[in-house]
């Protein structure tokens, strides 16, 4: 019923910038909190950074003053600015959201399907 699509990930050098961008298409009545993850070979899915639909940020410490998230909401796109590269970064990046249906308004929380960002000189 909703698909969120991931888009901006690639090989980027020690320092280096990259933009991540997720859209949501399907029967969306709301996006509520969305939010990026992220999955290191041989490690847990971590909380990278969130938002909520009344706009509020919350950010790991390890991100913290590098990242920036934000929300396009006629677009229903969410974003992950990511200053400052470091190869401690490298992982794949999930966008997730709660989203209420168009149908019901009951709210269901799905997942994108990942796009792989390597840092790497």
């Known amino acids: 019923q909703v698909q969120l699509v991931e888009s901006g990930g690639g090989l980027v050098q020690p320092g280096g910038s990259l933009r991540l961008s997720c859209a949501a298409s399907?029967?969306?009545?709301?996006?509520?909190?969305m939010a990026w993850y992220r999955q290191a070979p041989g490690k847990q899915r971590e909380l990278v950074a969130i938002?909520?639909?009344?706009?509020?940020?919350n950010y790991a410490d390890s991100v913290k003053g590098r990242f920036t998230i934000s929300r396009d909401s006629a677009k229903n796109t969410v974003y992950l600015q990511m200053n400052l590269l470091n190869v401690e970064d490298t992982a794949v990046y999930f966008c997730?959201?709660?989203?209420?249906?168009?149908?019901?308004?009951?709210?269901?929380?799905?997942w994108g399907q990942g796009t792989q960002v390597t840092v790497s000189s």
């Open positions: 938002i909520t639909g009344s706009g509020s940020t």
């Open positions: 399907g029967n969306i009545f709301r996006l509520n909190a």
């Open positions: 997730n959201a709660d989203v209420q249906i168009g149908s019901t308004r009951i709210q269901y929380n799905y």
